[in-house]
């Protein structure tokens, strides 16, 4: 029985977590987005691992959207 609720369980998150869209809840429809993008500071590394980095830099974009 344990087994069983524990598959349910795993299954149910699972799905959730495949079904949401967090992308959806950053995007403001009222902030205005810059005609051109352009990196403003940086690049710079804030943290750097044998097999993992995190590179930061502060964009012209004031509506924070993601930037690719």
Excluded at 3 to 10: D, E, N, Q, S, W
Excluded at 38 to 54: K, L, N, S, Y
Aim: aromatic share 2%; charged share 15%.
């Amino acid at each position: 029985m344990n087994r069983l609720l524990m598959t349910l369980a795993i299954t149910a998150t699972a799905s959730i977590l495949l079904s949401s869209n967090p992308v959806a809840g950053q995007v403001s429809p009222t902030t205005t987005k810059a005609a051109s993008i352009r990196i403003t500071q940086g690049p710079a590394p804030e943290r750097v691992d044998d097999d993992f980095a995190i590179i930061r830099w502060t964009t012209n974009n004031p509506g924070g959207s993601p930037v690719h």
